[in-house]
């Protein structure tokens, strides 16, 4: 059996559109074959972008905001297919309603598949304690414990997390929403997020409440 890594779901994902554990679970039906994954993600019909595989979203914009008279930035580049996408108002709202969801909800990663394995071992110890101190049955941890992961994916990844406009739907899917919509394939390419003081003991703050206010505006 191939290794499934996370330079091989990037490019399945990156050629099609499709969702991470969708090109996971292709690739992992396949042994590995990229083309073989394109094909069986096209049969089952989550290749939201397929027809777009051979472009490459290589335009876009870098974005810059900052937030709370400097107290908050956040550099973020996201990708298209033309340089005429890029300069629409619409794929700027996107990209900008991106920097803003950066700034309130304080994303770690991007996707699941880059959170390190180290960082995932010791969470998954931590829950575990948790489990444990809690009295729950041995049997029953480690389902409890992929389930709690699963939550702190949402928190720490930038495409699992609840868009903070519209919480009832993912990044992801706003992503494969404004691909549809704009008929060009939208990657969100990587992102950095400073905070002010950021490590050091200070006064706890609600930027998301701040930010949140700054975006209905």
Known sequence: MAEITAALVKELR??????????????????????????LLREKGLAAAAKKEGRIAAEGVVESYIHGGGRIGVLLEVNCETDFVAQTEEFKLFVK??????????????????????????????????????????????????????????????????????????IHDLVLEKTAKIGERIVIRRFTRYELGEGLEKRQEDFAAEVMKEMNR
């Open 97 to 170: 309603d991106i920097a803003l969801q950066i700034a309130a909800a304080r994303p770690e990663y991007l996707v699941k598949e880059e959170v390190p394995e180290d960082v995932l071992n010791h969470e998954k110890e931590i829950l575990r304690a948790q489990a444990l101190n809690e009295g729950k049955p041995e049997k029953i941890i480690e389902k409890m414990v992929e389930g709690r992961i699963s939550k702190f994916y949402k928190e720490v990844c930038l495409m699992e997390q609840a868009f903070v406009k519209d919480p009832d739907k993912t």
């Open 14 to 39: 990156e050629r099609t559109g499709a969702g991470m554990m969708d090109c996971k679970k292709a690739l992992t039906e396949v042994n590995g074959d990229v083309d073989k994954a394109i094909d």
